[in-house]
């Protein structure tokens, strides 16, 4: 119970917190090109290939997703499927 409401009395933060750290993510992507050095060849991994949909989206794009979910049922939001 006493972590319960911990995460409760907190959840503003967490709210906050997370919202502002997918807000930085997009605006990295926006004005970068992707990862250099992810891949330890001197490849750049671009932003699709770490979207949701791309061939690493372990890396990112998932957790981003789930991320965005979160934050959109917070709102009252559908979260989009």
């Known amino acids: 119970m006493e972590a319960n409401a911990r995460l409760i ?3 503003p933060e967490l709210y ?6 997918l807000h930085d993510i997009q605006d ?5 090109e992707g990862v250099s050095g992810l ?3 001197g490849d750049v991994a671009d932003w699709d290939s770490l979207s949701e949909q ?3 989206s372990s890396w990112i794009g998932n ?15 559908n979260p989009e499927p």
């Open 9 to 11: 009395a907190t959840a």
């Open 16 to 21: 906050e917190a997370l919202d502002r750290l």
């Open 28 to 32: 990295l992507k926006e004005n970068s």
């Open 39 to 41: 891949h330890q060849n």
């Open 54 to 56: 791309g061939r690493f």
């Open 63 to 77: 957790s981003e997703s789930l991320a965005r979910t979160a934050l959109a049922k917070a709102r009252g939001e």
